[in-house]
């Protein structure tokens, strides 16, 4: 039984799309997490939610916005998409601020 | 200067061998200290968490953090092949701040 799960896990689509990616956790966590690998695998903080509410949230163009709809499920909307978006993003989950993080397998998105 | 520097190798080390993995970091505020593991294609294991300085030990891995030098390490005594993969160190302040992530290690455990 997968603890975070997202979906799709691999995303290909074009320039200028406007695409979605789903995350699940069934751990129980009250804080939820995205983030970006980039191709030299670095990873980097894009949003965090603690019970349904927006607690961290980077410098990213505002074409992504995520939403928690319940504090087991994270999603991202990418409006507009651009080549630079290309990236693996993994959602996280953890209990408390400071417990270790629960990593999904990731989605990797593709523009062309 | 980053907030947390790590080597990115590659290591190539033979089986058996003991594994010494590092990183420095710049901000003393950091209280928090992970390691994970991440397999090609898969999302990072969380394998060690240390709250401020100290040791910690789960099996053949050892994680020690100094906080006066800045420094942590990540120790793997009689490595396996199955222990190839990129080895990334993480910090945290406290409160409502992210996970902080080097820029992994790649090891290549050689049979």
């Known amino acids: 039984d997968t603890a975070v799960s997202q979906t799709p896990k691999y995303l290909v689509t074009q320039m200028g799309n406007d695409k979605s990616i789903k995350c699940e956790q069934n751990l129980g966590h009250d804080t939820m997490y995205w983030y970006k690998q980039d191709s030299k695998k670095f990873l980097k903080i894009m949003f965090s939610?603690?019970?349904?509410?927006?607690?961290i949230n980077e410098t990213v163009p505002n074409r992504f916005s995520p939403k928690s709809p319940d504090k087991a499920h994270l999603n991202l909307h990418i409006n507009s998409l651009e080549l630079g978006d290309s990236a693996v993003y993994f959602c996280?989950?953890?209990?408390?601020?400071?417990?270790?993080?629960?990593f999904g397998s990731g989605t990797r998105l593709t523009v062309v | 200067q980053k907030e947390v520097e790590q080597d990115p190798g590659p290591l190539s080390v033979p089986e058996g061998a003991i594994v010494s993995l590092n990183c420095t970091y710049s901000n003393s505020a950091f209280q928090y200290f992970m390691w994970y593991r991440q397999y090609s294609r898969k999302g990072p294991e969380l394998l060690m968490y240390t709250y401020s300085s100290g040791n910690k030990e789960d099996g053949r891995f050892t994680a020690q953090v100094d906080k006066s030098s800045k420094y942590i390490s990540l120790f793997i005594r009689d490595s396996q092949p199955s222990d190839s993969a990129t080895y990334l160190c993480a910090m945290k302040r406290p409160g409502n701040t992210p996970l902080v992530f080097g820029k992994g290690t790649r090891l290549s455990v050689i049979a």
């Open positions: 996280a989950s953890s209990q408390s601020r400071t417990g270790g993080y629960t």
């Open positions: 939610y603690n019970n349904k509410e927006l607690i």
